[in-house]
């Protein structure tokens, strides 16, 4: 008989937070895109390039900060070429999203037996050390779940906030919401549609690049193949759950973090089938849409923009 | 009368137009994929030329190669046909992996277990129960759409993982062969599809697979249920007018995309793996909606667009022993020419700098 301690305990809620904070990032950054009326299921695949980018340049700089710096742009150049496929030359969201996962996963692998012959993973790299920080790692209970972690699991809260009051407390944030809600009125109130449309996607495509630097060099210090197992499609569903706001996101983000680190120990201890706990995000997305647990009603058409 | 033949003429003709003019569209992604490939791997210091080379020859050069091109094409024109018949009825089915994956286990089930039963049956059956599973999988999305107007990209995305897991579990704990690996014991022989081009894998599978293009061809171009499912694709509120029924061509197209997935399933189980193995799909189900669009949406399209697809796999692996690229420039392929196929307008505009 297994101790229930050894799976509910101060560890799995530290894991839990660790869990969530890559698809907390990715599903802000897909907020913005929807939110410009663009789905971004290229997430995943943005993570994945990401988080070799990362990889590859602190391998050769020694420097994992670069790396996070390097996995942004990238993933805010691939958030472009989505951009340019579905604004400008008004392609299938979809279809465009699909190619860049595909796309992703064979030129990652491809990369990695270049850079290190193997498919499987790279080296070893420098990567983000954990801080503490002092007197709350002493509190009993909270200072062992938030008291040490990585500088980017901080930065997730920090992003979150931000991504709050540029979207519901600047005139940037009305824009991106017009953009979505109406483009058509917002063209004519004087928003350049296409730019806004532009900028959501290729924050998306940034704060997905964030997510994926997080698991290849905070997490762990290497990059391996298929190292994002669908956290983007995870992202898309926190996106819908959280119903498309930032704080909801974040929770949502938490609870999927929180399924994530169960289903691990208890793959581990061998107690419940991992297969069921991976499927809790799934289900409860489409209950969601169902109506079962509450409403989700997207924040756009999804509808490409032609200007008149 | 003649004014209604002349319509249809004028109709079929535009429509012969618009196909021709798509196909150069095709060719033209397809290319533009192979030339950005190829300067994946020059910058990688590989010979592009003798790379697609040996693929080439990997894939057509000889029976063998032929066989197991087919034996990858097969699985992707079921995927393929499945994500055709929904995009006709203005539906974006991208959970056909899903739909596949439910369909593959349920046949495996009925192969298994069903046993005794002769060979004319136990097939029938079991590619059956596959397809219809395959399609009650589709039918959750379509229920969840007319009822609460949940779209069916994300539903159908979300239960394909719902799919990955259940059936992983089912192959893990309840039906889990003796053994290490993740998978079921093996089919009865009386549910086995053959094998029709040994030593290859190549099984009766791809024979299921070529009636299919005809039925959805026929049924998509001949008959009523087709010409609704057009009409709501193009203009629901004008079909609605006409008194076609949405939501009712909403379920019908996604039990009918879900069955074909399904089908093509168990034809993979049946004919090829003979048994459920966990992650036996490559993401076949996800090609789908590639091939389907690189074949321009029409049935024949998409059985050509997935023999392409399925030379990619079989040569690559064939190159891959030859010239040690490694094998992923095959899926870089792919996701290149996606890419180069969602944009038709970008394709368009090269064309026309081209024309200048």
């Given at each position: ?5 050894d ?6 809620f ?24 663009v ?26 900060w ?7 742009a ?9 951009a ?13 999203g ?54 980017l699991?901080y ?26 809600e109406?483009p058509?009125?917002?063209?004519t ?30 997490h ?14 995870i ?8 119903k498309?706001m ?15 680190a ?13 297969q ?6 799934y289900?409860?997305t489409?209950?969601?849409?169902a ?13 490409p923009?032609?200007?008149? | ?5 002349t319509?249809a003429a ?17 060719v033209?992604?397809?290319?533009l994929?192979?030339?950005v ?9 590989y ?15 000889d ?14 024109i ?10 006709k ?20 089930i ?15 059956l ?7 599973t ?46 290490w690996?993740?998978?079921t ?20 599978g ?26 709501i ?10 008194g ?28 090829v ?6 992650g ?8 789908g909606?590639?091939?389907a ?39 870089i392929l792919?996701?290149?020419v996606i ?18």
């Amino acid at each position: 008989m297994v101790d229930l301690l050894d799976v509910i305990n101060v560890g799995l809620f530290a894991a839990a937070i660790r869990m969530a904070t890559p698809i907390v990032y990715a599903a802000l950054g897909g907020m913005f895109s929807e939110r410009v009326g663009v789905v971004n299921i290229g997430m995943e695949g943005i993570m994945l390039t990401s988080a070799l980018g990362g990889v590859t340049v602190s391998y050769y700089t020694g420097n994992p900060w670069l790396g996070v710096a390097a996995a942004v742009a990238i993933g805010g150049l691939m958030g472009l070429v989505h951009a340019v496929v579905t604004v400008k030359y008004a392609g299938n969201q979809i279809v465009s999203g699909t190619g860049l996962n595909i796309l992703a996963m064979g030129f990652t692998a491809y990369m990695s037996q270049i850079l290190w012959g193997s498919r499987g993973a790279s080296e070893s790299v420098a990567s983000i050390e954990d801080i503490t920080i002092p007197f709350l790692s002493d509190v009993p209970v909270i200072g062992p779940i938030i008291g040490t972690h990585s500088p980017l699991v901080y930065l997730m809260p920090v992003v979150t906030v931000i991504c709050y009051v540029v979207l519901f407390r600047t005139p940037l944030g009305l824009h991106i919401r017009a953009v979505g809600e109406h483009p058509t009125a917002a063209e004519t109130a004087g928003i350049d549609v296409v730019r806004i449309k532009y900028m959501g996607v290729i924050v998306s495509g940034m704060l997905s690049g964030l997510g994926g630097a997080f698991l290849s060099l905070s997490h762990l210090n290497l990059f391996a193949r298929g190292m994002t197992g669908g956290r983007g499609f995870i992202a898309l569903a926190a996106l819908i759950f959280g119903k498309w706001m930032p704080f909801g996101v974040l929770e949502a983000g938490l609870l999927f973090g929180f399924a994530d680190a169960l289903q691990m120990r208890l793959q581990s201890l061998g107690i419940l089938p991992p297969q069921i706990i991976l499927m809790i995000p799934y289900v409860l997305t489409v209950a969601v849409l169902a109506g079962v647990v509450g409403k989700a009603k997207p924040p756009s058409d999804y509808k490409p923009y032609k200007r008149e | 009368m003649t004014e209604r033949l002349t319509g249809a003429a004028r109709r079929a003709l535009a429509d012969l137009r618009r196909g021709s003019e798509g196909a150069l569209f095709q060719v033209a992604a397809i290319l533009l994929a192979f030339i950005v490939g190829a300067l994946v791997l020059y910058a990688s210091g590989y010979d592009p030329v003798s790379a697609y080379a040996a693929m080439l020859r990997g894939a057509f050069g000889d029976m063998y190669g032929v066989g197991q091109t087919l034996t990858q094409a097969t699985p992707i024109i079921f995927t393929s046909l499945a994500f055709l018949v929904s995009s006709k009825a203005g539906l974006f089915n991208i959970g056909a992996e899903g739909q596949f994956l439910v369909g593959a286990f349920t046949s495996a089930i009925v192969g298994i277990y069903l046993v005794e039963l002769p060979w004319v049956l136990h097939i029938p059956l079991a590619l059956l129960v596959g397809a219809i599973t395959g399609g009650a999988w589709g039918l959750i999305a379509a229920v969840l759409k007319t009822r609460f107007n949940a779209h069916e990209v994300i539903t159908t995305m979300m239960l394909t993982y719902v799919a990955t897991y259940l059936t992983g579990y089912m192959v893990n704990y309840p039906f889990k062969a003796p053994g290490w690996v993740s998978q079921t014991v093996k089919i009865a022989p009386s549910a086995e599809l053959p094998r029709i081009l040994p030593p290859t894998q190549l099984s009766a599978g791809i024979l299921v697979a070529l009636a299919l293009v005809a039925f959805t061809a026929y049924l998509l171009r001949k008959t009523i249920l087709g010409f609704e499912l057009r009409a709501i694709g193009l203009n629901p509120s004008a079909a609605e007018s006409a008194g076609i029924s949405i939501n009712r061509g909403i379920m019908t197209a996604m039990f009918l995309s879900g069955a074909m997935a399904g089908l093509g399933g168990a034809c993979e189980i049946l004919g090829v793996h003979r048994r459920f193995i966990e992650g036996f799909s490559p993401g076949y189900g996800w090609d789908g909606l590639a091939v389907a669009l690189v074949g321009g949406l029409d049935p024949v399209g998409s059985l050509l667009a997935s023999i392409l697809f399925g030379a990619l796999r079989s040569g690559g692996m064939i190159m891959t022993r030859s010239t040690k690229v490694p094998l992923d420039i095959v899926i870089i392929l792919q996701g290149l020419v996606i890419i180069f196929v969602a944009a038709p307008a970008f394709i368009r505009s090269l064309l026309k700098r081209r024309r200048k």
